[in-house]
């Protein structure tokens, strides 16, 4: 698949991004105050911008790579499963909404340890949060990480550790000296790389593949359970796949990479456009990608690696020229994801825990410096996990999706609408949370058929209701703060 006709478009993709850094960098250096602009992009983005950086945030390697492998292997079920993502930015945006985004104007918030810490005062919540960011994205990042290698390698031809070191030195890059501007820009225009791409080669497939009439019968005389909605020997149960509207609807509004977005937008507008946007561009990329994956069955048959289920689909269904294009769209997929999960674990470490416990009075120049090494330390560390070469990206990425909602889910929640919610509270929510994802996840995978992840918050709301009315309610002058009375 290495011809020019397909690199071309690839390569050019990634001088885009060079400037993208570059034009963002501009501001950072320019910028008033440099961790609201370099953390937080100074809470300018519009409409389009929203929509697409949260589209391109979530939307992963998983989706475009995993996600379309597991519907290669398990036929319909798996895309009906996909589209219980169409909510995300919706859920998302509608329980934070303009209350997230006041507050943390008025509490001039840049990080959601910020949101945690004065709403809570409590540090204890504040070094658990920051401690399952950076253990639960750096997972996240290595999937995506994986995922960008792996698809490097199938297009190129490749060696895997060039292609991930390539994939490696053009994020941190671009991240590095351009910070959250660069990563939401570049997301507006990966997230319509995604659109295009979707499109092509769902259409691809099915020309190629005869139309849908006939790839349904070749689906049917592959394996009948690839046509129903419980996968290849019931895979998919009822239970599961219901409680995947948890998993990644309402547990969504618990990701720190997502709820920081909620915090970054310009008006009341910007907010509903987004939402109507983001609404529509999640659910054509997810029923045309995975829709993708089950076909290009009969187009492709008898692939083994899942994950290379779309490159070489890619390359059998589309002109050359085109499959460059649109293979540079898994990759925009995939590197929307990780620009945006690095600058939020480099906030992480140096604003929610350098900046906080060690070193408060550092100089602004100092933390430019300090804020550009770490994100480039971030990033070498995140490569030399992706040596290993972990396999199945879709549940690596679903586990730290579910690790993180056990974690933040209820304390934000709580902490915009329940004024009795107090530290001891968020402490045993997450307390509860995380130590009953990780047993659960080892010992009862699906406890009564559902996702790991929905007992461990059904435990979690449990604690934080139980501790905050066992014990005092929070000091008068926070409920002052964040509800005026």
Wanted: proline share 4%; no cysteine.
């Amino acid at each position: 698949m290495n011809s020019w006709a397909v690199l071309l478009p690839i390569y050019a993709y990634l001088i885009v991004n060079f400037l993208f850094g570059y034009y963002s960098s501009r501001y950072v250096s320019r910028a008033p105050d440099f961790l609201q602009e370099y953390f937080l992009g100074n809470r300018d983005l519009n409409g389009f911008v929203l929509a697409m950086t949260l589209f391109g945030t979530y939307v992963s390697a998983s989706s475009f790579i995993g996600g379309p492998g597991m519907a290669y292997n398990q036929g319909l079920g798996w895309v009906l499963l996909a589209m219980t993502q169409v909510s995300t930015g919706y859920i998302g945006l509608s329980v934070l909404g303009k209350k997230f985004a006041i507050i943390g104007r008025k509490i001039k918030a840049v990080t959601i340890i910020d949101f945690l810490r004065e709403r809570y005062r409590n540090e204890a919540v504040a070094l658990v949060a920051s401690a399952s960011i950076v253990v639960f994205l750096f997972a996240s990042m290595t999937a995506q990480w994986v995922g960008g290698a792996r698809l490097l390698q199938a297009a190129a031809g490749m060696d895997y550790n060039v292609a991930l070191a390539v994939f490696a030195l053009t994020v941190m890059i671009y991240v590095t000296i351009g910070g959250f501007r660069a990563a939401t820009l570049l997301d507006s225009v990966q997230g319509s790389m995604m659109l295009a791409g979707t499109v092509a080669i769902l259409a691809g497939t099915i020309i190629v593949g005869g139309g849908v009439t006939k790839i349904m019968t070749t689906l049917r005389n592959t394996n009948p359970d690839l046509l129903t909605p419980f996968g290849v020997n019931g895979f998919i149960s009822v239970p599961w796949i219901s409680s995947y509207w948890i998993l990644v609807g309402l547990g969504t509004v618990g990701l720190p990479q997502l709820a920081v977005r909620a915090m970054a937008y310009r008006d009341s507008r910007a907010m509903h456009q987004g939402i109507v946007l983001n609404t529509f561009v999640v659910g054509l990329t997810m029923l045309g990608m995975h829709l993708a994956g089950v076909f290009g069955r009969a187009v492709i048959p008898g692939e083994k690696v899942a994950d290379l289920v779309m490159p070489k689909l890619a390359a059998a269904v589309l002109n050359p020229w085109v499959a460059g294009v649109v293979l540079a769209a898994p990759l925009a997929a995939i590197m929307s994801t990780v620009d945006s999960v690095l600058i939020l674990v480099a906030s992480t470490i140096i604003k929610d825990i350098y900046l906080s416990y060690f070193n408060p009075t550092a100089g602004e120049r100092f933390i430019k410096r300090l804020s550009f090494s770490a994100t480039a330390v971030l990033g070498v560390a995140v490569f030399l996990a992706a040596l290993t070469q972990p396999p199945f990206l879709v549940w690596l990425n679903l586990w730290s999706l579910g690790g993180l909602e056990a974690s933040f889910l209820v304390p934000i929640v709580a902490g915009l609408y329940w004024k009795r919610a107090n530290a001891a509270g968020a402490i045993a929510s997450m307390a509860a949370g995380i130590s009953s994802y990780l047993i659960f996840d080892r010992l009862w995978n699906r406890p009564f058929g559902t996702h790991t992840i929905v007992l461990p918050l059904a435990l979690a709301l449990l604690a934080m209701v139980g501790a905050s009315l066992l014990t005092g309610g929070p000091d008068r002058d926070i409920v002052k703060r964040f509800w005026g009375a």
